[in-house]
């Protein structure tokens, strides 16, 4: 047979390149998950389909699917008996506790799926993803900016939430935008730079603020995991985005959030097992121990203030009133847990599978520094986001997230993550 030549491997080579290059399917997949619920609200706005949760819930698990039969294949025997065991725990306590909600199966099937999306995928591909995502984001996050009205006709994401069930429909809309109901804050409670926006928080294709806040910090952490002093690696533009991000959503959870990984990544811990497994740990204690120092005697927990330290007291009041069978989820919580993160894990998936696993994702061996750093920003980004609720299981911002760890787990030292 005919040897090839050396032009025609080099254009072999090439032609290798340019197809790793490109985004695969997984990639494809996060990427819609960020902005599935954009592109149904604009659908719904312009009257051609009637969205309500149920179309919503089946577009989701529809995405899930498609990233389960990508995976099908890969899934370790840890995963599968961790999570076999767990369903089963929540399905026999769900005879007990009919207020158990399976939903948390869903939330951490996310993870798994798009894990191992992540770690099936390569370098230029993650990169691929991070720009399309990024440039989404910023590109409606001008429009909104420049023109909130007009974005609001385009993208009436106020009726969007009312048909999804998160708002009333005799909830009073004060913003005269069709925004959704954070997009306000009012120009004296605004963090950075009232008087450019006013009260305005950008919310883009995440159709609410708090997810861009989220997006920033999950980019931020992805900077310091792939951070190298040498040119090309060292993520000025990335960082400048991330900044760019929280000022837009006016984030202060984003802001908090960052300020703690970046304390955590110059010091010797930022690759250790024992402070990623910690990190929540110490936080839900200290919410509890909060808790049983405010609390009131009589009264069941309540939010008292509608902001970050009145939910954070709520958090910390919720877990302190909570007995036995209510943290091994066999009796349901007296008072919702949407707003409290820790108290959802526990009421649903019961303290001790919640400990297993976080004792599985915080003591897996690294194969690499970048993994090890990723996984510290993952642990400070949970522990201080279930803080206050459990937006970290959205799937807009979760299908990234885990994406980006799994990704981490490939990335060798030759490797440029710019």
Partial sequence: MQGITPQENSFMTDLRSKSSSRMNLGSWLVVLSVVFNFILCFINTRGWIYVNASLIAVVELAIMLAGFILIRHDISRKVAVIGALSIAYMIGAKLINPGLSLKIIHDFAIACIFWQIGYKTNIFQVNKCLHAIISITIVFAIFEFLAPIQFGDVFNVWQYYVQKGVLSSDTVNYSGTNLYLSGNRGSASRLYFPQIFGGHRISSVFLEPDSVGNLAAILFGWCLATYKNSPGNRKIGLFLIVALLIVLSDS????????????????????????????????????????????????????????????????????????????????????????????????????????????????????????????????????????????????????????????????SPSEKSS
């Fill in 252 to 411: 202060r959870f984003a802001t908090g959030c960052c300020l703690v990984m970046l304390i955590l990544r110059v010091t010797p811990f930022a690759r250790s097992a024992l402070i990623a497994f910690l990190i929540p740990v110490c936080v839900m204690v200290l919410l509890t121990v909060v808790g049983s120092m405010n609390e009131i005697s009589g009264w069941l927990p309540s939010i008292t203030s509608d902001d970050f330290s009145g939910r954070l007291l709520f958090s910390g009041r919720v877990l302190d009133y909570w007995d036995v069978s209510h943290w091994m989820a066999l009796a349901a919580s007296p008072v919702y847990t949407a707003d409290t993160g820790y108290a959802y894990i526990s009421n649903n998936l019961g303290i001790i599978f919640a400990l297993v696993y976080l004792i599985s994702f915080s003591f897996t061996p690294m194969p690499n520094r970048v993994a090890g750093i990723m996984r510290m920003c993952v642990a400070v980004y949970f522990a201080t986001s279930l803080c206050v609720g459990a937006s970290v299981f959205t799937i807009k911002t979760a299908a990234l997230l885990w994406f980006l760890y799994g990704a981490s787990f490939r990335l």
